[in-house]
C-alpha cells in the first residue's frame, strides 16, 4: 500500500518483477518526472535542497513503452521506487510482468488503478509529496495471482467438465430407459392357463415365478410376455429392451443397439 503522511492510505498491485518490499517499507518524496510522465526514458528531475539524492520516488503514467522499460528508466534517474498509475481504466487492477532476465531491477515498483494513481496526481502536482511504500499484511499481490492461475482456475475448469460429465451420463442414462406413458400403451392380458399354446412360457423370465391364473402380463412387440410389474420396473430403470430378446420396444433402435452395430 502507499501511505502518505496525513495518513492516506492507496491499495497497490506490487509488481511481479524486482525486489519485493522490506517490512519496513520504502521511504521517499513522490515526484512526477515532468520531463516524460510517462517514465518511458531517463530524465533529470529537479529536487528541492531538503531532498536527498536517494530518496525520490518516480509516479508515471501507464501507455507508451513497457512496464519493466519505466521502471529501468526511472531506476537510471535516481528514483528509489516507482508507482505506475492507470489514467484510463476505471476500476482496473493488474500486475506488472515482464519477460526475460529483470535482475537488473534494483528498485521495487507498484500499480496503482485510476483512482488511487489520480489522487495522488493532483497532491504530486503541488510539489513532492512525502509517502511510504508498505508491504502489504496478508498476501501479495503477484502471489493472489499466481495461486488463481496455477490452483483455483484448474479446480474450477475440473468442476465444470465433471459437471458436463454428469449431464451427459443423465441424458444417456434417460435415452436408454422407457417413458412411463410408452410402458403403459404396451398390451396387457390377462393368463389363462387353458389357451398356453406350444412352446409358450408358463413363469415370467424376470422373477422367475410361474405364471398364476388371471396374472397382468405385459406383451411387448416381440411377442414375448412377463408379469406387468416385473418388466414394467425393468423397462423404466434398467433398459428399454426385451429381456430376453434385447429387441427394442419403440420404433427406432435403442442406444445399445446403435453401439453394438457400430462395432
Known sequence: SVEQTNN???????????????????????????QD????????????????????IALVRRGDCSFITKVRSMQKSG?????????????????MYAPGDTSDVLIPSVFLAQEEYLSLLSLARTG???IRLELDDFISWPLIDVLIIVVISPTILLVLIYISWRIRQRQKRRAELADVKTVNKLTIKKFNRQKIRENEREECAI????????????VLPCQHDFHAQCVDAWLTTQKKFCPICKACI??????????????
Open 8 to 34: 492516506m492510505t492507496y491499495a497497490d498491485h506490487a509488481a511481479a518483477f524486482g525486489p519485493r518490499l522490506s517490512e519496513k517499507g520504502k521511504l521517499g518524496f513522490l515526484i512526477e518526472p515532468e
Open 37 to 56: 510522465p510517462t517514465g518511458c526514458s531517463p530524465v533529470v528531475v529537479e529536487k528541492p535542497p531538503f531532498l536527498q539524492e536517494d530518496s525520490w
Open 79 to 95: 528514483a528509489t521506487a516507482v508507482v505506475v498509475g492507470d489514467p484510463d481504466h476505471p476500476g482496473r487492477w493488474i500486475t
Open 128 to 130: 513532492p509529496i512525502p
Open 207 to 218: 422373477c422367475l415365478e410361474d405364471y398364476m391364473e388371471a396374472d397382468s402380463l405385459r
Open 250 to 263: 419403440e420404433r427406432l433402435p435403442c442406444p445399445q443397439q446403435q453401439h453394438e452395430r457400430g462395432m
